[in-house]
């Protein structure tokens, strides 16, 4: 009876470890669609945890850049970890944030996390994948909150790593 109970509590003890994919390549790179240029993707893998950090570097619908008729501010939508649902795709929840400025002393006070929607990534190969996006901020954010009055927005994009 005790080994039974040693056995299973091995396997499951085991099991999670067995069913964590292990991603197929090092996806880590700047990702851009080239027929698109303007925005991109940075994808930071880290070997041995296979968490990722990626950040989509885009423009802000809620914000027109005084300093040029027609442009938008920057935005950056941030996916701080992520599942690996298979070798080659992830998929983790993503975050519009706010802070002190870089020039600025930090002030953890300052901080503000909003989580707006997931992101995935299919990779077809080591240079090549889909992005795919789901934005939907939370309902009655705060006016001060980092994603107060950003659009819900979804869609999918072709990527491939900018080459140097």
């Given at each position: 009876?005790?080994?039974?109970?040693?056995?299973?509590?091995?396997?499951?003890?085991?099991?999670?470890?067995?069913?964590?994919?292990?991603?197929?390549?090092?996806y880590?790179?700047?990702?851009?669609?080239?027929?698109e240029?303007?925005?991109?993707?940075t994808?930071?893998?880290?070997?041995?945890?296979?968490?990722?950090?990626?950040v989509?570097?885009?423009?802000?619908?809620?914000?027109?850049?005084?300093?040029?008729?027609?442009?938008?501010?920057?935005?950056?939508?941030?996916?701080?970890?992520?599942?690996?649902?298979?070798?080659?795709?992830?998929?983790?929840?993503?975050?519009?944030?706010?802070?002190?400025?870089?020039?600025?002393?930090?002030?953890?006070?300052?901080?503000?996390?909003?989580?707006v929607?997931?992101?995935?990534?299919?990779?077809?190969?080591s240079?090549?994948?889909?992005?795919?996006?789901?934005?939907?901020?939370?309902a009655?954010?705060?006016?001060?909150?980092?994603?107060?009055?950003l659009?819900?927005?979804?869609?999918?994009?072709v990527?491939?790593?900018?080459?140097?």
């Open positions: 009876m005790i080994r039974k109970f040693a056995a299973a509590t091995l396997f499951a003890m085991a099991f999670p470890a067995m069913a964590q994919n292990v991603p197929a390549a090092n880590s790179d700047i990702w851009w669609n080239p027929n240029s303007g925005w991109g993707v994808f930071t893998q880290h070997p041995g945890t296979n968490q990722v950090f990626a989509w570097y885009t423009y802000d619908p809620r914000e027109s850049d005084p300093a040029s008729s027609g442009n938008f501010k920057p935005l950056w939508i941030v996916m701080s970890g992520g599942t690996w649902t298979s070798p080659t795709s992830l998929t983790g929840d993503v975050y519009v944030t706010n802070g002190t400025p870089f020039a600025m002393g930090w002030n953890p006070n300052s901080l503000q996390v909003d989580r929607g997931t992101f995935s990534f299919n990779f077809q190969s240079s090549t994948g889909n992005f795919s996006y789901n934005i939907a901020p939370p009655g954010l705060a006016s001060d909150r980092p994603a107060f009055g659009p819900s927005f979804s869609g999918t994009k990527i491939q790593r900018q080459s140097f």
